[in-house]
């Protein structure tokens, strides 16, 4: 059964950078779409990025659209979310997540394992 750890969260200034990354235990990544999600205090998960199986396809969030960058790496078997000019509604915990279909969307319920989370704190 793949297990996936999230690092890379952290506290940081408004404008500042991080890079989130992911990593798979127990099940290559390699052929699985990736998604990162988040979920603010006392708000619904909400979907951020996700990138395709081959990582020649991403989709971004609105949200987020020119500012993160997601990218995968199946030789370590991580995925990254680069996040630049980070802004305080960017605060949350942020969820990577595997799908088992070839071609997901952004709907929580299409991916089936979830990692635990990292928290990202940006102050103004």
């Known amino acids: 059964q793949v297990r996936l750890v999230e690092s890379g969260g952290g506290l940081v200034q408004a404008g500042g950078s991080l890079r989130l990354s992911c990593t798979a235990s127990?099940?290559?990544?390699?052929?699985?779409?990736v998604a990162w999600f988040r979920q603010a205090p006392g708000k619904e998960r909400e979907f951020v990025a996700k990138i395709s199986w081959s990582g020649d396809s991403t989709f971004y969030a609105d949200s987020v659209k020119g500012r993160f960058t997601f990218s995968r790496d199946d030789a370590k078997n991580t995925v990254y979310l680069q996040m630049n000019n980070l802004r305080p509604e960017d605060t949350a915990v942020y969820y990577c997540?595997?799908?088992?279909?070839?071609?997901?969307?952004?709907?929580?319920?299409?991916?089936?394992?979830w990692g635990q989370g990292t928290e990202v704190t940006v102050s103004s």
């Open positions: 997540a595997v799908s088992p279909l070839q071609n997901p969307t952004s709907a929580p319920e299409q991916y089936d394992t």
């Open positions: 127990g099940r290559t990544l390699r052929f699985f779409p």
